[in-house]
Nanobody, 124 residues
Framework: LVQLVESGGGSVQDGGSLRLSCAASGFPYSNPWMGWFRQAPGKEREAVAA????????YYADSVKGRFTISRDNDKKIFHLQMNNLKPEDTAMYYC?????????????????WGRGTQVTVSS
């Protein structure tokens, strides 16, 4: 059974930083593709970032480029999302998700395992 558990959310001021983590277990295959998504109240879930199995390939939504960094530690099976210069519009529930193969990395429908989310709130 695949399990993903997010942590690291919280409340910060505009311009602050947070580091989200996603602990993974139970994969039937080695090193999945991994993505971070977010959903604000009343809005659709949107992609934030994605990373390939080796950690070399990374992808970001335009809204977070230059501010967020996705990374992974395959030995510890933990994924991270470093978020700097946070803005009030970044306020949302953040979810990590995994998929076995590449392609459609910013499409939430392509992911087959999800965590329960961690809340990020940025105040102005």
């Amino acid at each position: 059974l695949v399990q993903l558990v997010e942590s690291g959310g919280g409340s910060v001021q505009d311009g602050g930083s947070l580091r989200l983590s996603c602990a993974a277990s139970g994969f039937p295959y080695s090193n999945p593709w991994m993505g971070w998504f977010r959903q604000a109240p009343g809005k659709e879930r949107e992609a934030v970032a994605a990373i390939g199995p080796s950690g070399v390939d990374t992808y970001y939504a335009d809204s977070v480029k230059g501010r967020f960094t996705i990374s992974r530690d395959n030995d510890k099976k933990i994924f991270h999302l470093q978020m700097n210069n946070l803005k009030p519009e970044d306020t949302a529930m953040y979810y990590c998700a995994t998929k076995e193969t590449g392609g459609r990395l910013l499409d939430s429908l392509a992911y087959d395992a999800w965590g329960r989310g961690t809340q990020v709130t940025v105040s102005s």
